[in-house]
């Protein structure tokens, strides 16, 4: 691997959605009364239309801001929330970055380790790759009510692009153990994970088999321990990080904060979100230790460069967590993730098949939101046709393809309708003018009542269209989101 691979660029997403803490012990103290103790900050919360697909798109439009999608040649997607078994997840998301069809795709699972597993093999895969490597993750874990998992659980996700050019960090070295100690689980045909008891976690899973997967990367790279300028380490137990740290001599200053009050555990995608958190405040020639446990456990270790100065202003995890809504009702809560059974009246109970063969044929327009520029008069629309609609010009068969995703809009005309079925009423839909021309009639998402009006700035992001239940299908299809919410 030459020294010129690393860390090009990173991205992260985390829905602005914030449950409180307070909210999910007030409903539940009477059956579980030790949560009380637990009720402090908040955990994102993803919206119904959201999920590890659409929350990975986010954080890899994030990443690849000011990067050439045209370089990149591997995807790689993991998380153990996929919303398809035997879909490649990967492959949605590539079609809703508008990534080249030249592109190798993997889903990764199985593990909360998929994050950094999936890492550490892009680094050692784009040496040699044609194009550089997008790492993805994200997660949407469901959790029974009154559970502790409930309470420590967050929705969210991050991307890294790997490959050569001017890395912002290069990988100094990685180790790998794997065990089959079991933590938690959740089997095929199950909704929630099953944990075990926390002491025999944290004494015989984090205490030793943490210490020397560290301990082995060091020793290999010939590095101090207490050069360490950043440890990242998720884990829901408390005092369990500081106490792998003092065990291999890492320094409690360079112990990263896990993001417990602000967001909550994200599964698998949770080290690469950590990872991008420190890389936020890392200045040339940091030490950043990322470790993943489960199953075994992963620890890279990563040396920042000069690049990172001048790497190009994005959202990253600090401007997601910014960018946040507190919610409150726990029912919503509930609602969302199909954790309690609502009436959604007969204007729910509508077929919703989707042929295969429509949706294949026309992808770009629904999944890459691909429009068409006229090239004799240069006007743009959505969707392409055949003819073009500039009253003045009307040529025929004279469009080029042209991507929307990324283009500024602004409402013209919107309406909040109660009538129409939508989990989260009422449902928001209207027209919007895109910067540069072209318009559609689209869903809105992420709106505060009263906050939307002619003329709001808006966003397109990918988001869940609806749900066909009976056949387990998820239609995906990008919505409108006002820019201060996006």
């Given at each position: 691997m030459g020294n010129d691979v690393g860390i090009l660029s990173f991205g992260a997403y985390v829905p602005r959605l914030r449950l409180q803490r307070t909210a999910i012990a007030a409903a539940n103290t009477w059956f579980n009364p030790g949560l009380r103790g637990l009720a402090k900050g908040e955990r994102a919360m993803a919206n119904w239309d959201e999920d590890a697909v659409t929350m990975v798109v986010e954080a890899a439009r994030d990443c690849l801001t000011g990067f050439d999608r045209g370089a990149v040649g591997s995807l790689y997607l993991a998380s153990?929330?996929?919303?398809?078994?035997?879909?490649?997840?990967?492959?949605?998301?590539?079609?809703?970055?508008?990534?080249?069809?030249?592109?190798?795709?993997?889903?990764?699972?199985?593990?909360?380790?998929?994050?950094?597993?999936?890492?550490?093999?892009?680094?050692?895969?784009?040496?040699?790759?044609?194009?550089?490597?997008?790492?993805?993750?994200?997660?949407?874990?469901?959790?029974?009510?009154?559970?502790?998992?409930?309470?420590?659980?967050?929705?969210?996700?991050?991307?890294?692009?790997?490959?050569?050019g001017r890395p912002i960090a290069r990988l100094v070295g990685a180790h790998s153990e794997t065990v089959d100690f079991v933590p938690q689980f959740r089997g095929h045909d199950r909704a929630h994970d099953y944990a075990w008891e926390e002491r025999w976690i944290r004494d015989e899973g984090y205490l030793k088999i943490v210490p020397r997967t560290i301990a082995a990367v060091l020793q290999a790279t010939g590095t101090e321990a207490s050069t360490v300028n950043a440890f990242c380490l998720p884990c829901t137990l408390s005092r369990v990080v500081p106490g792998v740290a003092k065990r291999v001599g890492i320094a409690d200053g360079a112990v990263r904060d896990n993001l417990a009050a602000v967001c909550g555990d994200t599964g698998a995608a949770h080290p690469l979100?950590?990872?991008?958190?420190?890389?936020?405040?890392?200045?040339?020639?940091?030490?950043?230790?990322?470790?993943?446990?489960?199953?075994?456990?992963?620890?890279?270790?990563?040396?920042?460069?000069?690049?990172?100065?001048?790497?190009?202003?994005?959202?990253?995890?600090?401007?997601?967590l910014a960018r946040r809504k507190e919610e409150t009702l726990y029912q919503r809560y509930l609602a969302f993730n199909d954790l309690v059974t609502?009436?959604?009246?007969?204007?729910?109970?509508?077929?919703?098949?989707?042929?295969?063969?429509?949706?294949?044929?026309?992808?770009?327009?629904?999944?890459?939101?691909?429009?068409?520029?006229?090239?004799?008069?240069?006007?743009?629309?959505?969707?392409?046709?055949?003819?073009?609609?500039?009253?003045?010009?009307?040529?025929?068969?004279?469009?080029?393809?042209?991507?929307?995703?990324?283009?500024?809009?602004?409402?013209?005309?919107?309406?909040?309708?109660r009538l129409t079925y939508c989990p989260d009423p009422p449902a928001y839909y209207g027209m919007v003018q895109f910067e540069g021309g072209g318009r559609m009639m689209t869903d809105f998402t992420d709106v505060d009542e009263g906050k939307v009006d002619v003329g709001t700035?808006?966003?397109?992001?990918?988001?869940?269209?609806?749900?066909?239940?009976?056949?387990?299908?998820?239609?995906?299809?990008?919505?409108a989101a006002p820019v201060t919410s996006a």
């Open positions: 153990t929330t996929h919303p398809f078994d035997d879909r490649q997840n990967a492959s949605i998301a590539a079609g809703a970055l508008h990534l080249r069809p030249a592109l190798r795709s993997l889903d990764a699972g199985g593990s909360l380790r998929a994050g950094t597993s999936t890492l550490a093999a892009a680094v050692a895969a784009a040496a040699g790759a044609e194009g550089h490597v997008l790492v993805a993750a994200g997660e949407h874990r469901l959790a029974k009510a009154a559970s502790l998992q409930e309470m420590q659980y967050g929705d969210g996700a991050a991307a890294f692009v790997i490959g050569s979100l950590m990872l991008a958190h420190a890389l936020e405040d890392a200045t040339p020639g940091d030490l950043i230790l990322v470790a993943a446990f489960d199953g075994g456990c992963d620890a890279l270790l990563f040396r920042v460069t000069d690049a990172i100065t001048s790497l190009p202003r994005r959202q990253g995890v600090k401007g997601t609502l009436e959604r009246g007969m204007r729910a109970e509508v077929d919703k098949g989707t042929p295969l063969s429509l949706l294949y044929r026309n992808r770009d327009m629904l999944t890459s939101l691909i429009g068409g520029r006229c090239r004799k008069c240069g006007t743009v629309q959505y969707p392409r046709g055949r003819y073009c609609v500039n009253p003045q010009c009307k040529a025929l068969d004279s469009q080029d393809d042209e991507p929307f995703a990324d283009r500024p809009a602004s409402v013209m005309s919107y309406t909040a309708d700035p808006m966003r397109m992001v990918f988001r869940i269209k609806d749900v066909d239940a009976a056949r387990g299908f998820v239609r995906y299809f990008w919505k």
